[in-house]
T-cell receptor, first 112, second 114 residues
């Protein structure tokens, strides 16, 4: 129940494509689902986060889709650019838990 | 200012050395974290300080010793490390110790243990 399963492990898309990264969880107590972006040699940075009271959240070219009944959430990157090439981690938590539970990460490469 | 700074950027040490990693934030955050990250893996939580008190120790070996001198500073003292401890050590901070607060990460210290 502690895990957050993330797929795919790696992803290559062409510039302008829409990469989709998926995460699934078991713990129904989770109520906070952030996505972190990490560039090589840098620490992770919060990209976007969602609470389960909404099914979708958009911030610029980044969209989270949330399916509470399926216990799944996904990140979509619209009009992807080479500068989006990074590792993306989903995570989950809830108030009262000890810490964030991270997914295993997805290495995204956007080719020019 | 949403910056978390870490020093040094790189550190190479032998198994008998004693060294310290430093982390600083000036966002007024009251929670600070140490994570360990191996290549191609997610960050693994090591310690959490909340209001300058150690609130979480994720069963980390005693060769890692955290210290929080004040609300802006966090240190990680290293002693008698093993080669498998080589990793990127990340510091983070958040408003409080609530895991639903946004965590701001520093760039990390790349540690190599010979």
């Amino acid at each position: 129940q502690q895990q957050v399963k993330q797929s795919p492990q790696s992803l290559i898309v062409q510039k302008g494509g829409i990469p989709i990264i998926n995460c699934a969880y078991e713990n129904t107590a989770f109520d906070y689902f952030p996505w972190y972006q990490q560039f090589p040699g840098k620490g992770p940075a919060l990209l976007i986060a969602i609470r389960p009271d909404v099914s979708e959240k958009k911030e610029g070219r980044f969209t989270i889709s949330f399916n509470k009944s399926a216990k799944q959430f996904s990140l979509h990157i619209m009009d992807s650019q080479p500068g989006d090439s990074a590792t993306y981690f989903c995570a989950a938590s809830n108030t009262g838990r000890r810490a964030l539970t991270f997914g295993s990460g997805t290495r995204l490469q956007v080719q020019p | 200012d949403t910056e978390v700074t870490q020093t040094p950027k790189h550190l190479v040490m032998g198994m008998t050395n004693k060294k310290s990693l430093k982390c600083e934030q000036h966002m007024g955050h009251r929670a600070m974290y140490w994570y360990k990250q191996k290549a191609k893996k997610p960050p693994e939580l090591m310690f959490v300080y909340s209001y300058e008190k150690l609130s979480i120790n994720e069963s980390v070996p005693s060769r890692f010793s955290p210290e929080c001198p004040n609300s802006s500073l966090l240190n990680l003292h290293l002693h008698a490390l093993q080669p498998e401890d080589s990793a990127l050590y990340l510091c983070a901070s958040s408003q409080t110790g609530n895991p639903t607060d946004t965590q701001y990460f520093g760039p990390g210290t790349r540690l190599t243990v010979l």
